[in-house]
């Protein structure tokens, strides 16, 4: 009994596979267009898909049109401008050749220069090198890079605070003059410059855990 069965599940295996097989309909022979170019140049924007376009209605079935041309092309998103594409009429496929290499042009020679082919004065323009970001001065990121801190809610409560600086300057340098309350008795001769910056808040308790401490300088 069992052994009826195993060839019955066989049998009826083979009947899907054989039906699957000579139920998939022959594929139609690529036609090229009348109108497809027999040469092209690459321009910039063109893509594989793109270009097939341009010689059959078939896009999708490229590999066919390239015919597998793994060689020339390993990645068909890497086809460059100036590249120039031939079109072998009585294979019905295209080649791929660089800039000075396709068939009857002497090697070194520029396109269009080859056996026969009418010379004209050719203009090259190439783009101007774009100039330089100035770079920021290290001093002037410094502050942002380094340094940095967190404290407790109440961390700066008791720290040393400037309370005026010479002038009524809000930005001071080397050589300026600050007030501060708090440094008296303090044996310290320089200073990390701190200002409280954001709150850092419990997203679930909406409490405040801490604050940034933003680096100004030193004193």
Request: proline share 11%.
């Amino acid at each position: 009994m069992v052994q009826q069965v195993r060839k019955s599940i066989t049998a009826l295996a083979f009947f899907v596979i054989s039906a699957a097989v000579c139920g998939q309909p022959a594929q139609a022979p690529l036609t090229l267009k009348p109108e497809a170019p027999d040469r092209y140049v690459v321009v910039p924007g063109d893509t594989l898909w793109g270009i097939s376009e341009r010689y059959t209605d078939s896009p999708w079935r490229w590999p066919e049109l390239w015919n597998m041309n793994k060689e020339q092309i390993q990645n068909p998103h890497l086809i460059y401008p100036g590249y120039v594409i031939l079109l072998d009429r009585a294979k019905g496929t295209l080649t791929l050749a660089r800039p000075g290499t396709e068939p009857g042009t002497r090697p070194g020679a520029a396109p269009g220069t080859g056996a026969g082919a009418k010379l004209s004065p050719r203009v090259r323009a190439e783009p101007l090198p774009p100039e330089e970001i100035p770079s920021i001065p290290a001093s002037v990121i410094e502050p942002f890079l380094t340094r940095p801190l967190v404290i407790e809610p109440d961390g700066l409560d008791r720290a040393p605070t400037i309370v005026a600086t010479q002038h009524d300057s809000v930005l001071l340098s080397a050589g300026n003059t600050a007030y501060v309350r708090g440094i008296a008795g303090s044996g310290e001769e320089s200073w990390y410059v701190y200002r409280r910056g954001s709150p850092l808040v419990d997203p679930d308790t909406n409490q405040t855990l801490a604050y940034e401490a933003i680096y100004l300088g030193t004193a």
